[in-house]
């Protein structure tokens, strides 16, 4: 009855270099398939361009989507609006501390060896995201994340220790 249930869809910018990228992947593809009418070894590189265009263009479109229910976290990796992926959960008893992404509360954690840092912002300079430092089975990760002042309050009720706001 109390439960606390929000769903947060994040697109994540495209980098020019990646726009770039995806655009000489498409042109070579169809410039080998051309050729490769007359010249078959083209064709055979036409194909496998094709194929490489199937998997790795769909990558390059990528939107998160933040599921949040009481106290749990669970990421998910949208491509091209076609495929999901799970990326991971991520519970608040795990938690060891939350705080917005230029705060002193995260100095002790940003040189750490041995941290894996995932990143499922927008990737946009003004956009407020903040940073989870979790302690998972494999150990310590930072997550950078884009939350709404729902759950933060939520998460401030149920670990107020953990969570920073400034």
Known sequence: MGDTYKEILIKRETPAGKKVLKGL???LTAICIFFGIVIWPFLIA???LLVACYFFVPKFD???EYLYVNGELDIDAIYSKQRRKK???YDVSELEILAPANS???DSF???KGLKVKDFTSLDPHAKSYILIVNKEKGREMIKVELED???TD???LAPRKVNLY
Do not use: D, K, Y
């Open 25 to 27: 992947m498409i042109a």
């Open 46 to 48: 036409g194909v496998a």
């Open 62 to 64: 990528v939107e998160f």
């Open 87 to 89: 990326m991971g959960s």
């Open 104 to 106: 002193h509360a995260l």
């Open 110 to 112: 940003r040189n750490q």
């Open 150 to 152: 729902s759950i933060l």
């Open 155 to 157: 998460l401030r009720r």
